[in-house]
Nanobody
């Protein structure tokens, strides 16, 4: 299994930006499908963005045009660039990996999860 460690969370004002990083080890990152999910207080964990081994991306409608997922295979890292942040983006953000390199937005398709990083957007 891949071990995942997220970083880059924090407190930001509405309209600001953050870049989350997810460093992977112990697996074949280059051929893995990767994704970001988030869980707000009192809510279910939800899909945010995903990227396939070949760079195909998918986003939940609420973040399209504001967030960008990308990967650096040389660094075994996947990123989530978050711009124009809104208070409703406040959540714990989780990185996830799947051995199948194709894109997915379903939590059950992912084999490995990070511990999460808190993102708080103030109004």
């Amino acid at each position: 299994q891949v071990q995942l460690v997220e970083s880059g969370g924090g407190l930001v004002q509405a309209g600001g930006s953050l870049r989350l990083s997810c460093s992977a080890s112990g697996g074949t990152f280059r051929t893995s499908g990767m994704a970001w999910f988030r869980q707000a207080p009192g809510k279910e964990r939800e899909f945010v963005a995903a990227i396939s081994w070949s760079g195909v991306t998918s986003y939940v409608d609420s973040v399209k045009g504001r967030f960008r997922i990308f990967r650096d295979n040389a660094k075994n890292t996947v990123y989530l660039q978050m711009n124009s942040l809104k208070p409703e983006d406040t959540a714990v953000y989780y990185c996830a990996a799947r051995r199948n390199g194709y894109i997915s937005s379903r939590q059950e398709d992912f084999d490995s999860w990070g511990q999460g990083t808190q993102v708080t957007v103030s109004s």
